[in-house]
């Protein structure tokens, strides 16, 4: 079975730039969760879709935004790079419909902005 | 005040020690306590998990929790080189209105031979 997938595992963009990372869940997972992990912070909770809707959302100014299609493969966006944006985007899937919600996490997106 | 509060370490131990973790908590919604294990230039994965109260053994790994006093640990026995990594504390339940799980800021532990 595939594990979560991510592209591009590595980029590096200018501040004022905006970004695309694309996450391909586990197949038959219908939920896909993204997290920002930096050193100071740890993981931090972004957003999470499922069946194409938006169902939760962390403490992000609206420069950060996602979408998800009807195949579960997601993205997410950010506009108006800034420096403190730097980090390891993780993407994970689940089930959807478990109370224990074991996440499968892809093995990252990091960005630097320079 | 974070909801999860993780010592970041780095811990380091010699081979064969035995290992313990912590993590504090604040929301008393929290059900679910899971421990996560990240490795260098992975994602993290999950070891292992507990439902309420009580202790949970899996080979070399026990989880306890003690909500009582909102105390969540992980210990490992016979610490081995390959159990390095950076250990997240992972409790889930309803917070702000939904369903979600809330990292800590991992402990970074490293086993040296």
């Known amino acids: 079975k595939a594990g979560v997938t991510q592209t591009p595992r590595y980029l590096i963009k200018t501040r004022g730039q905006q970004v695309t990372l694309s996450c391909s869940p586990i197949s038959g997972h219908r939920s896909v969760s993204w997290y920002q992990q930096t050193p100071g912070q740890g993981l931090q909770f972004l957003f999470e879709y499922f069946s194409e809707t938006q169902r939760n959302k962390g403490n992000f100014p609206g420069r950060f935004s996602g979408r998800q299609f009807s195949n579960s493969r997601s993205e997410m966006n950010v506009s108006t790079l800034e420096l403190g944006d730097s980090a390891l985007y993780l993407c994970?899937?689940?089930?959807?419909?478990?109370?224990?919600?074991?996440?499968?996490f892809g093995e990252g997106s990091r960005l630097t902005v320079l | 005040q974070k909801e999860v509060e993780q010592d970041p370490g780095p811990l380091s131990v010699p081979e064969g020690a035995i290992v313990s973790l912590n993590c504090t908590y604040s929301n008393s919604a929290f059900q679910y306590f899971m421990w996560y294990r990240q490795y260098s230039r992975k994602g993290p994965e999950l070891l292992m998990y507990?439902?309420?109260?009580g202790n949970k053994e899996d080979g070399r790994f026990t989880a306890q929790v003690d909500k009582s006093s909102k105390y969540i640990s992980l210990f490992i026995r016979d610490s081995q080189p390959s159990d390095s990594a950076t250990y997240l504390c992972a409790p889930r339940g309803y917070s702000g209105g939904y369903q979600k799980v809330t990292f800590g800021t991992g402990t970074k532990l490293q086993v040296i031979p």
């Open positions: 994970a899937s689940e089930r959807g419909v478990s109370n224990t919600g074991e996440l499968f």
């Open positions: 507990t439902y309420s109260s």
